[in-house]
């Protein structure tokens, strides 16, 4: 993803995760990341 968008790593990886919403109560489920919100945030970097 970063490498397609010319982006560095970081960056991709600071916004993967301030779109994560964590596991419930701490230990149930998986983490989740809003994927339409990242595209978002990723194509608006990109104006």
């Known amino acids: 993803m970063a490498a397609a968008r ?4 970081s960056r991709v990886r600071d916004l ?3 779109h994560a919403t964590p ?3 701490g230990f149930l489920g998986e983490v ?3 994927v339409l919100r990242l ?3 990723l ?3 990109g104006r």
């Open 16 to 18: 993967i995760k301030a």
């Open 6 to 9: 010319h982006l560095p790593l």
């Open 43 to 45: 194509d608006a970097l």
């Open 32 to 34: 989740r990341v809003d």
């Open 23 to 25: 596991r419930a109560w």
């Open 39 to 41: 595209n978002l945030a």
